[in-house]
């Protein structure tokens, strides 16, 4: 059984300018219980004597959630909509038993709102799908559904007023970088500047180190971030790294890339001591497997493997499609998002399965059904018997 949802104690203050305080929404007809109390804390934060600055209400004085109640609320919420895509956990174990809780680990590039309603182009998406007061349900549903241990997004605009409080409650401690020159800012009625955030369960583990990382590319400081976290179990005392990251887009970019992939690679070559501590890295690399940037990840020094790739019939091929958008350009599909891990001290268990053509639909991604044009990805991780010289 994996780890339980529990309160969590006092994390860090986190600052960001007021352009990131929007009103939390009420969901659905009446206002939410939760989300008034979310609301209320928010509003009696340090926030209003500086208005400079927005401060992270205390989790100290908020109660914890029970995931259930918040998934009711949720699907209370988007009654409306069609319900929820099932999708199945492939078994990828093999013979080594593990004697502790698998690590669940969920990886998933949200969408970020601004974009999403003011730059993306989604032409098949009806407006009314990508409203925050449902989609941020949505999103939440997709959370609650799988109940990450460590769960590690892109493009977060509503770090503040929505997934740092909420998820603290149920028992997880995040952390946000935001990219230094956000596209969100340049739409109309932004939430502030979109970002990486990690979050882990705090009853399971305990923050080593952690750092935020702007990626250079060709010796310049770049607009793309990564966050790596040395995290110990608190059941087997193994530590490993936990890295996010979300490389730069679109086509003509690929050296681009290759050198901020390098620029990761080199951080957390240093982090994990030469890869005596085991990494899982979560991303949207914005490269399909044929790009330079993969092909480092594949051949580098720490020893990874691209956890999808079990889910092939060879074991060695990407699934087809990791994110499908219809835009104003034409259609778009491709394998873009990965989680990469230490193939020498970790073993993948099991994975989540994608969505198929027929659950997507014609009309692509986003949509009533699903909150993002990317899918999240999931997977559960065991430690494989301690090798010598490992942490």
Same mark, same amino acid.
């Given at each position: 059984?994996?780890?339980?949802?529990?309160?969590?104690?006092?994390?860090?203050?986190?600052?960001?300018?007021?352009?990131?305080?929007?009103?939390?929404?009420?969901?659905?007809?009446?206002?939410?219980?939760?989300?008034?109390?979310?609301?209320?804390?928010?509003?009696?934060?340090?926030?209003?004597?500086?208005?400079?600055?927005?401060?992270?209400?205390?989790?100290?004085?908020? $109660?914890?959630?029970?995931?259930?109640?918040?998934?009711? $609320?949720?699907?209370?919420?988007?009654?409306?909509?069609?319900?929820?895509?099932?999708?199945?956990?492939?078994?990828?174990?093999?013979?080594?038993?593990?004697?502790?809780?698998?690590?669940?680990?969920?990886?998933?590039?949200?969408?970020?709102?601004?974009?999403? $309603?003011?730059?993306?182009?989604? @032409?098949?998406?009806? @407006?009314?799908?990508?409203?925050?007061?449902?989609?941020?349900?949505?999103?939440?549903?997709?959370?609650?559904?799988?109940?990450?241990?460590?769960?590690?997004?892109?493009?977060?605009?509503?770090?503040?007023?929505?997934?740092?409080?909420?998820?603290?409650?149920?028992?997880?401690?995040?952390?946000?970088?935001?990219?230094?020159?956000?596209?969100?800012?340049?739409?109309?009625?932004?939430?502030?500047?979109?970002?990486?955030?990690?979050?882990?369960?705090?009853?399971?583990?305990?923050?080593?180190?952690?750092?935020?990382?702007?990626?250079?590319?060709?010796?310049?400081?770049?607009?793309?971030?990564?966050?790596?976290?040395?995290?110990?179990?608190?059941?087997?005392?193994?530590?490993?790294?936990?890295? @996010?990251?979300?490389?730069?887009?679109?086509?003509?970019?690929?050296?681009?890339?290759?050198?901020?992939?390098?620029?990761?690679?080199?951080?957390?070559?240093?982090?994990?001591?030469?890869?005596?501590?085991?990494?899982?890295?979560?991303?949207?690399?914005?490269?399909?497997?044929?790009?330079? !940037?993969?092909?480092?990840?594949?051949?580098?020094?720490?020893?990874?493997?691209?956890?999808?790739?079990?889910?092939?019939?060879?074991?060695?091929?990407?699934?087809?499609?990791?994110?499908?958008?219809?835009?104003?350009?034409? $259609?778009?599909?491709?394998?873009?998002?990965?989680?990469?891990?230490?193939?020498?001290?970790?073993? !993948?268990?099991?994975?989540?399965?994608?969505?198929?053509?027929?659950?997507?639909?014609?009309?692509?991604?986003?949509?009533?059904?699903?909150?993002?044009?990317?899918?999240?990805?999931?997977?559960?991780?065991?430690?494989?018997?301690?090798?010598?010289?490992?942490?």
């Amino acid at each position: 059984m994996r780890g339980s949802w529990g309160p969590k104690p006092t994390a860090k203050k986190e600052f960001l300018k007021t352009s990131l305080v929007q009103k939390v929404c009420s969901m659905g007809h009446g206002t939410s219980r939760l989300y008034s109390a979310l609301a209320k804390t928010l509003n009696s934060s340090t926030a209003s004597q500086h208005p400079e600055y927005l401060v992270s209400p205390d989790p100290e004085h908020l $109660e914890p959630i029970d995931p259930k109640e918040l998934l009711e $609320e949720c699907r209370a919420v988007l009654h409306t909509r069609p319900p929820r895509f099932q999708r199945d956990f492939v078994d990828l174990r093999t013979d080594h038993p593990s004697s502790h809780p698998p690590i669940r680990v969920m990886q998933w590039n949200i969408l970020a709102q601004a974009l999403g $309603e003011g730059k993306d182009n989604f @032409v098949q998406c009806p @407006v009314e799908a990508l409203k925050w007061e449902e989609r941020k349900c949505l999103i939440l549903e997709e959370i609650l559904a799988y109940q990450p241990d460590i769960l590690c997004l892109q493009e977060v605009d509503h770090y503040f007023d929505t997934f740092q409080p909420l998820l603290s409650r149920l028992g997880y401690q995040g952390t946000f970088f935001p990219k230094p020159w956000s596209p969100c800012l340049d739409v109309e009625h932004n939430n502030g500047p979109d970002g990486c955030a990690l979050f882990f369960l705090q009853n399971r583990f305990k923050l080593v180190n952690s750092a935020n990382i702007r990626l250079t590319a060709m010796t310049l400081k770049t607009n793309q971030v990564a966050i790596a976290q040395t995290l110990e179990c608190k059941e087997s005392s193994r530590q490993f790294c936990i890295a @996010v990251t979300h490389l730069k887009a679109r086509t003509g970019w690929e050296r681009f890339r290759s050198a901020q992939g390098c620029d990761l690679l080199q951080n957390l070559q240093n982090i994990t001591q030469g890869a005596k501590i085991p990494l899982i890295i979560c991303g949207d690399f914005n490269a399909e497997p044929t790009e330079e !940037v993969y092909k480092h990840f594949a051949s580098s020094s720490l020893n990874l493997n691209s956890a999808y790739k079990l889910l092939s019939a060879d074991g060695q091929s990407e699934p087809p499609y990791t994110t499908w958008k219809i835009r104003t350009s034409g $259609e778009c599909r491709h394998t873009l998002d990965y989680i990469w891990y230490s193939k020498h001290a970790l073993s !993948v268990r099991s994975a989540l399965d994608l969505l198929t053509e027929e659950q997507i639909g014609p009309n692509r991604l986003p949509s009533f059904n699903y909150p993002s044009d990317h899918l999240s990805l999931v997977c559960d991780f065991s430690f494989n018997e301690e090798p010598d010289g490992l942490l």
